[in-house]
């Protein structure tokens, strides 16, 4: 058999064997130009769209860093990023997607630079390790404990952070949350102080879908958890680094975090 004819024969399994592990959510670009989903209903090539936003402020060579990918679904993020070099810990819980993950991971000869585990975000509590870039894109929103999942990956977080929530419409920041009288209440229905929208049913027909902030809440609580914001790939996307002069981990241990932790992890003072 010619190369030419190999390489259609080669392309052809690749497809058959993605269809067989479908539906897909990402749409990745396999060789032999197979695409897992080429007509993503979010429009347009998903999620390379929104890695072409964010891509550019990620460091180009990650060689030496060690990432954690927190809800990596099919491993578009991983692989984008194990190519600049870094070594991946990619979680998911569906093991659906894991599967698709684990397989296009050996296609693409990226195996060994990924490593897929079947982890709930809330099951890093007795994860003891510390990353070079947490990513956290597309997951916040889906918790029924957000600010739980934050400040967890915020405390393992050494360089950096790439943040994505579902948000609400506005720009919105109000001037000054720092204190207000018990009986001075107005201000908290102000559009620009810092809130989430709860979800009690569903919404986008998703019943994963919990909380919406605003930016003035998603800025916020990405400073109670001790982040500071660098910059803003996109309206709701987030690049942020551990804050050295923050005092929130003083505020949060006050809050019994840390007693929570130390029980999670069977520890007792």
């Not at 720009?171 to 102080?193: K, N, Q």
């Not at 942020?240 to 241990?253: G, K, L, W």
Request: some cysteine; overall charge neutral.
């Amino acid at each position: 058999m010619t190369r030419h004819l190999q390489g259609e024969a080669d392309a052809e399994a690749i497809r058959r064997q993605a269809q067989a592990l479908g539906p897909w959510f990402h749409n990745l670009h396999l060789p032999g130009g197979v695409q897992t989903v080429p007509d993503h209903f979010l429009g347009g090539d998903f999620p390379g769209f929104k890695w072409q936003q964010v891509a550019p402020h990620v460091p180009a060579d990650l060689s030496g860093w060690r990432v954690l990918d927190v809800g990596c679904n099919a491993g578009f993020y991983s692989f984008e990023l194990a190519r600049r070099g870094a070594g991946v810990l990619a979680l998911d819980v569906d093991e659906h997607y894991l599967k698709q993950a684990r397989w296009a991971a050996r296609v693409q000869g990226l195996a060994d630079r990924v490593q897929f585990r079947r982890m709930g975000v809330y099951e890093l509590a007795a994860l003891g390790e510390a990353f070079d870039l947490v990513w956290f894109m597309g997951v916040f929103y889906h918790l029924r404990y957000p600010l739980l999942a934050l400040d967890l990956l915020a405390q393992r977080t050494r360089r950096l952070m790439m943040f994505q929530t579902l948000s609400m419409p506005g720009e919105s920041v109000y001037a000054d949350t720092r204190d207000h009288p018990i009986d001075e209440r107005e201000p908290l229905l102000d559009p620009g102080w810092p809130k989430m929208a709860f979800i009690e049913h569903r919404f986008a027909g998703d019943p994963t879908n919990w909380w919406v902030p605003n930016r003035a809440g998603i800025e916020a609580m990405l400073r109670s958890s001790g982040l500071r914001v660098l910059g803003r790939p996109d309206r709701e996307i987030y690049l942020c680094e551990p804050d050295p002069d923050s005092r929130a981990r003083e505020r949060i241990a006050a809050s019994g975090f840390d007693a929570a932790l130390r029980a999670v992890n069977g520890r007792r003072d």
